[in-house]
């Protein structure tokens, strides 16, 4: 879940104007570049950034830009690639048969200290094209297999590298949101956050309170509810940008025109579905906690109910993180103040069986916690089951220290 705190972006501020004829050529404009793309790309997505925006943050025209990348896609496949090397090269100056500590404190100092630009992956990768993808995979696979077997070495467990995969979630969960901490202080978080997750036995779940029971996904009874619940798949698989109307439409057995009669645009569908998303998320999470006796118990409660809707509605839920930030501000703004809700529920009862924690602190460990759930539930292909949400729910709850 994306936290909507946080400084005004750095795409959005103006650029400081630059001569491009009488300003010295830095010799490391292509890496400036690079930069600040990734920064682009991760806070207004790979289809709504452009290399003009690129060119402005650097400071230079858009024609310079284009001689150092042919094109947008060439700038953002760089970017995908750069993060997952720099993690490479991160680990690769750790020596062999270190302990999981030395390895994930390497990881979380290159993501803290590339926080603005390092989130291009989780969401965005999407857009890469089949070979790129793989690539990027190997990449990413080498990283997550020596943290695996230092994970191994130091507490052996049957758990097919699920921790080492929650562990780097619980590091990178500092990409996807804007909470203002000292890159210090978040180090230290993040790592005693991923080293709890490495600790943590997946076979052993917390037991919630109770068990979740979340609302279904309404079945569309109209015309617009079709349109709606066709169109998310489609988002989830392709992504908002690359599906048309007239797919959508398709789907539903229309004309693309009478789509218009229903909804005024396609990202007015979009809204459709993040509202959906935000509204199920806060229905389960009231009758969770219903009857709750303690924070701890209500923690525990959060974690199993946002894991369960994971894996309920994980279309719905990837469509709603994915493409929050391609929204309309008029249309985002009830979706960020629902977000703010749900991670001031946490933060409060976080708090409470934490007090050593400020609110920014639990904060960036409630992102953690999201973290783990999504790059968990990715690792075991989201497929459901009672056993899969207990041994996410236990690393979730691990993330955050208890």
Known sequence: MTDPHGPVPASARPAVSVDPTTATRPRNRRQLIVEAAGRVFSERGYHRASMEEIAACVGITAAALYRHFPNKYALFAECADVMADRLVAA??????????????????????????????????????????????????????????????RESPLPDDRLRAVAALGAVGSITMHHTSIAQRRAEELLLASALDVAATDPATAPGAARPVRLPAQPVPRTRRAEILAAAIPLFARDGFASVTNGQIAEAVGLAPSALYRH???????????????????????????????????????LAATYVAYSFEHTELNSVAEAELAGLPAELRRPLVLAQREHIAVWEQQLRL??????????????????GVAVEAGRRLRW????????????????????
């Open 91 to 152: 680990l690769d100056d750790v020596p062999a048969g270190a302990p999981p500590a030395d390895l994930l404190a390497a990881v979380t100092r290159v993501t803290v200290a590339h926080r603005s630009s390092g989130g291009v992956y989780r969401w965005e990768a999407r857009y890469l094209k089949p070979e790129d993808r793989r690539r990027l995979a190997v990449k990413f696979g080498r990283l997550v297999g020596r943290v695996d077997e230092a994970v191994q």
């Open 263 to 301: 909804y005024p645009g396609k990202v007015d569908i979009l809204a459709a579905a993040c509202l959906q998303a935000a509204g199920l998320l806060a229905q389960g999470v009231e009758q969770t906690l219903q009857g709750v006796s303690g924070p701890r118990e209500a923690v525990v409660a």
């Open 353 to 370: 069986v934490r007090p050593d924690l400020d609110p920014r602190q639990a904060r960036v460990l409630v992102h953690a916690g999201f």
């Open 383 to 402: 497929r459901d089951g009672g056993d899969r949400r207990d041994a996410v729910t236990a690393l979730v709850v691990g993330a955050l220290g208890l």
